[in-house]
């Protein structure tokens, strides 16, 4: 473990680099409930709301290519303040948007923007941490994640009913600026910055690509997103217009599925305690290929089967990312930021084609959620299977 911060700052330093990480599901679970209402106000089609998600996830995918291999020239730290300074501006932006187009701009520069505070946090973690502590710290940060979505949609859903939309965006802008305050405190991590140029750092992406054993899981681990990310944007539709909950009503039982989320990389931690790393990741691939097959046949009945259903997909998703992100970070001893950009560019990017895909067929939600949890299933656990005692996969000490 790095030396650089003293033992005291690192709770604080641990409660700050959640709160950077919380910035995706923050910045879209929070106005989920205003979805249908915002199809309405902006006078506009559900497919265009919808892509007020998806550009975000898109672009801030895009964002960890352009921020992360910059952290190895320039340090964590100007990265981090600069991102969160266009994430700000950007919320207030969205907040006083009046067609969808503007907001979709919006959404996509604030994206770019917060995009830096999720990348700089997986390299600050490997800068900090190693081995099994490094493991441990990454379970305990999503898990603290994971409150954002649980008290989101309900904080969301109370704006509502005495504000409008664009009072949660202003919200969002509150948050980045408490985010950036604290940032000007943190303390630089990186000890050995890159010393070639700009352009040399965002080439280094593509000398991590050429790491088989990083590459091979990359692709694996994120694939698993797509499953989570389709229910995000099919839930709110599903709950509101299908089975016909109110927004508040939608806000509780998306807490539930927060909360199954929530706990996935307690119960990981806690089953890596007597279970292999390797066999907790391929029961987590095959649980997600059932439920996908019962939210197929049974989740059309009621709201109930449907969270039940649906609830271990999403905790399922979000433990094998613990032992998902470990193991491709141990493949790479350098080239952290380029690394973390990486992981955290394709399980975005992945996770915005699933949204996409969810809402191609609007008439089928659930059936369509269904089909895409059981491809993501099947597809993880073959590639798994084929790849996890490889020789060129570097395997992380006991």
């Not at 059309?300 to 491709?328: D, E, K, Y």
């Not at 141990?330 to 996409?356: K, P, R, V, W």
């Amino acid at each position: 473990m790095s030396s650089n911060q003293d033992r005291p700052s690192r709770k604080g330093a641990l409660v700050f680099l959640a709160l950077i990480s919380a910035f995706p599901p923050l910045s879209t679970v929070l106005y989920l409930p205003a979805l249908p209402q915002m199809v309405e106000v902006l006078d506009t089609t559900q497919a265009s709301v919808n892509m007020t998600l998806s550009m975000f996830f898109l672009f801030f995918s895009v964002g960890l290519l352009f921020w992360g291999p910059l952290s190895e020239k320039f340090g964590r730290k100007p990265i981090l303040l600069s991102g969160l300074t266009i994430y700000v501006f950007a919320s207030v932006f969205c907040a006083f948007s009046q067609q969808v187009e503007q907001l979709i701009a919006g959404r996509i520069i604030q994206a770019l923007g917060g995009s830096a505070g999720t990348v700089v946090a997986t390299a600050i973690v490997k800068d900090l941490y190693s081995g099994r502590e490094r493991e441990k710290i990454m379970a305990t940060i999503m898990s603290m994640v994971i409150i954002a979505p649980i008290v989101a949609p309900v904080l969301g859903a109370l704006l509502l009913k005495y504000t409008s939309w664009r009072t949660i965006f202003l919200m969002l802008a509150a948050i980045g600026a408490v985010a950036l305050l604290r940032g000007m405190l943190f303390r630089e991590t990186l000890s050995g910055k890159y010393t070639g140029s700009v352009i040399g750092s965002w080439c280094r992406l593509f000398v991590v690509l050429k790491n088989l054993g990083f590459s091979s899981l990359l692709l694996i681990f994120s694939l698993a997103p797509i499953a989570l990310m389709a229910f995000l944007a099919s839930a709110s539709y599903i709950y509101i217009n299908e089975f016909g909950l109110t927004e508040g009503q939608f806000s509780l039982f998306f807490a539930f599925n927060a909360t199954c989320a929530m706990v996935g990389p307690t119960i990981y931690m806690r089953m890596r305690r007597h279970i292999e790393p390797k066999l907790i990741v391929t029961v987590c691939f095959t649980l997600i290929a059932v439920c996908g097959v019962v939210v197929s046949v049974f989740g059309h009945i009621s709201p109930w089967w449907f969270a039940l259903s649906v609830g271990p997909v999403t905790m399922a998703v979000i433990a094998v990312r613990v032992p998902g992100t470990h193991l491709m970070l141990e493949q790479q001893d350098e080239d952290t930021g380029s690394a973390s950009a990486l992981i955290n560019f394709f399980a975005m990017f992945m996770g915005s084609m699933g949204m996409q895909l969810v809402t191609l067929w609007p008439d089928t939600l659930v059936t369509n959620l269904g089909h895409i949890q059981i491809g993501v299933g099947i597809g993880c656990s073959v590639l798994w299977l084929l790849c996890r005692n490889k020789s060129f996969i570097i395997q992380p000490p006991a």
